[in-house]
């Protein structure tokens, strides 16, 4: 008896197979890329993350037999938006989380709630760029004659579930993501649909998030070699269900992930209000646990930009070499809003910067700087965070980054509380996956016992003298966004018809 998780990520598929004791059997990714056609815009073709997600789970059943897997369970990347008509086809490439033009769609919604506070009285979110709403409102007005053939509207996760089941349906944890759902009531917010000038029958079926929401059918187990009728689970929103995964399943803790963007979160016992709506206030995928987060568009994605700046293929040897300059890269400070940025400045136009370069600079403090620059906005974010009560005894670090001992004593010293790893946190939304699989199957009673396999496998505790040094580069990087703003704001206003594939 073994449980699936399938995540659908950005920048790749993981499939990973867990034994009702815990132990991770079997994994494995398959990568692969999103587009840019303009800057700010992000998409992907839904059949890269089928393939993906084919070429994941044939790799880990080489291991662990199909006849083995009892259930399976979901996570991906959450607020995408993937149109398909009547019959099930997609009818364009899927909007992703990270893309930013539909800034005027995402005010216009905000206006046509009847304002702020009145849109937080309805959902308790912001309406921010990145929700899957404006994508929907964007593509009614830009492509009219298209949408006028959408006849369901999707988060990835829940794509793959329609491949594997011919379910249409979501869960609420990727529901509160879409900015259309009441994360208080747990339901879709008809206040907010009965507003908004599209089709709110659309949207999927929702239900929690261990529920069965659908069967393995004929034609989803000849595409993934999976027995049919094996139940598939709700699953959760990648930025959701990684914290059943590092066992940050009641108040006490944070999760910070660095993978392609930055997610800081921990668990609420109730929904608390959320003031300004500058962060993020979601179902969690347990029903009576809710999930506070902020986002960075721009995490590993720094990393990676500059590692194809530099014309460097080894990250680890980037980051051996960072290590070799001391704490605030000698006066070297990176703003990282390479994409825009969601929390805590929900500002399409931002702009990423180095501030402080001198000759003695080098590849090595630029590397040093983008990391550090991470964790300020992870910091940036936590700031917002404490104003809602939530305490910083201890951060759970997951996502690629977490692999990174450089990257962990970091976040210690910036936060100033011990950084720990837990087993299975560096695979993502999959374990998480995977674990909430075996809350449904009745092999954990929920998800506090199932996080209980999470055990620790590192820990790294404070430097005094690293964090002097950080509580005063961070002074300086919060006074960088507000200086810069205006420049930004000008910038953005420069006509530009090049692609970035042209760039």
């Known amino acids: 008896m073994a449980y699936l998780g399938i995540d659908i990520g950005t920048s790749g598929c993981k499939a990973l197979v867990l034994s009702p004791e815990g132990e991770i059997l079997a994994t494995h990714t398959a990568a692969y890329d999103f587009d840019r056609p303009q800057f700010g815009w992000t998409e992907q073709d839904p059949r890269v993350w089928i393939e993906g997600a084919r070429t994941s789970v044939a790799n880990v059943l080489r291991t662990v037999p199909a006849d083995r897997i009892v259930a399976v369970g979901l996570s991906g990347q959450m607020h995408g938006f993937t149109p398909l008509d009547r019959e099930g086809q997609v009818l364009r490439p899927a909007i992703l989380w990270n893309d930013q033009r539909n800034a005027a769609e995402a005010a216009d919604i905000v206006e046509m709630a009847g304002g702020p506070d009145a849109l937080l009285s309805m959902t308790n979110n912001d309406m921010l760029t990145g929700y899957t709403a404006g994508k929907i409102l964007w593509m009614q007005r830009k492509e009219p004659g298209l949408f006028e053939k959408v006849a369901h509207a999707l988060n990835p996760k829940d794509y793959l579930r329609c491949i594997l089941t011919g379910e249409y349906a979501t869960e609420v944890s990727d529901a509160s993501g879409t900015g259309l759902f ?15 000038p599209f089709d709110a029958d659309m949207l999927p079926e929702c239900h929690e998030s261990d529920v069965i929401s659908g069967q393995v059918s004929r034609s989803g187990a000849e595409l993934f070699r999976l027995a049919p009728g094996t139940p598939v689970i709700g699953g959760g929103g990648d930025s959701v269900i990684q914290t059943l995964g590092t066992s940050v399943v009641r108040p006490g803790a944070l999760q910070t992930t660095i993978g392609t963007g930055g997610i800081i979160a921990a668990a609420l016992t109730s929904p608390a209000d959320n003031p300004e709506g500058r962060l993020q206030v979601f179902c969690n995928v347990a029903p009576d646990l809710w999930h506070c987060m902020g986002v960075s568009l721009n995490s590993g994605a720094s990393l990676a930009w500059l590692a194809r700046l530099l014309g460097a293929d080894d990250y680890a040897a980037l980051v051996t070499r960072a290590a070799e300059v ?11 809003y390479l994409n825009g940025e969601r929390c805590p400045h929900p500002d399409p136009t931002a702009r990423g910067a180095f501030v402080g370069l001198t000759g003695r600079h080098d590849a090595r403090h630029m590397t040093r700087a983008v990391m550090e620059g991470i964790v300020f906005a992870f910091y940036d974010i936590y700031r917002l965070m404490a104003r809602m009560g939530i305490k910083k005894s201890l951060i759970k670090a997951s996502g690629g980054g977490a692999r990174s001992d450089l990257w962990r004593q970091m976040q210690a010293d910036v936060f100033g509380c011990p950084v720990v ?11 998480g996956a995977a674990l909430l699989t075996g809350v449904a199957h009745g092999t954990w009673s929920d998800v506090v016992e199932a996080a209980k396999v999470c055990r620790d496998l590192s820990q790294q505790t404070p430097d005094l003298h690293a964090s002097e040094t950080y509580a005063k580069a961070f002074d ?8 810069l703003r205006p420049s930004f704001d000008a910038i953005g206003g420069y006509p530009s018809d090049a692609t970035e594939k042209d760039a």
């Open 182 to 196: 009441d994360v208080r009531r747990r339901s879709w917010s008809g206040d907010l649909l009965s507003k908004l």
């Open 476 to 483: 300086i990087y919060a006074d960088l966004y507000p200086s």
């Open 326 to 336: 001391p704490a605030g890269s000698e006066g070297l400070v990176f703003l990282p």
């Open 421 to 431: 790893t837990t087993l299975g946190a560096a695979e993502g939304g999959a374990f």
